[in-house]
Nanobody
Framework: QVQLVESGGGSVQAGGSLRLSCVAS???????MGWFRQGPGKEREGVAR???????EYLDSVKGRFTISQDKAKNTLSLQMNSLTPEDTSMYYC???????????????????RGQGTQVTVSS
């Protein structure tokens, strides 16, 4: 059984930083992982991903501010978020896809597994 457990969300003022973490268990393949977010009344959007070959991709609006990283030894995925703005306010979810052979072609929001989410609130 795959489990993804996020932590690290919270409330900060604009310009502040937060670091989200996701501990994964039960994954049987070295696959693609990432973060997506969904704010009130908004569509889900992929924020950042790291594929099994280490390649990373970011949503344009977070480039230069967010950094995704992975500690495979600890089965942990992290998202360092700097220079936060109120527009970053959202529920953030960790996600992982089931198979490495197909995950590169799939959007983060379509990944097979996701956590319960952690809330990030940025005040102006």
């Amino acid at each position: 059984q795959v489990q993804l457990v996020e932590s690290g969300g919270g409330s900060v003022q604009a310009g502040g930083s937060l670091r989200l973490s996701c501990v994964a268990s039960g994954l049987t393949d070295t696959t693609c992982m990432g973060w997506f977010r969904q704010g009130p009344g908004k569509e889900r959007e992929g924020v950042a991903r790291i594929d099994f070959d280490g390649k990373t991709e970011y949503l344009d609006s977070v480039k230069g501010r967010f950094t995704i990283s992975q500690d495979k030894a600890k089965n942990t995925l992290s998202l360092q978020m700097n220079s936060l703005t109120p527009e970053d306010t959202s529920m953030y979810y960790c996600a992982a896809d089931r198979y490495s052979w197909s995950c590169k072609a799939r959007a983060i929001i379509a990944f097979d597994y996701r956590g319960q989410g952690t809330q990030v609130t940025v005040s102006s």
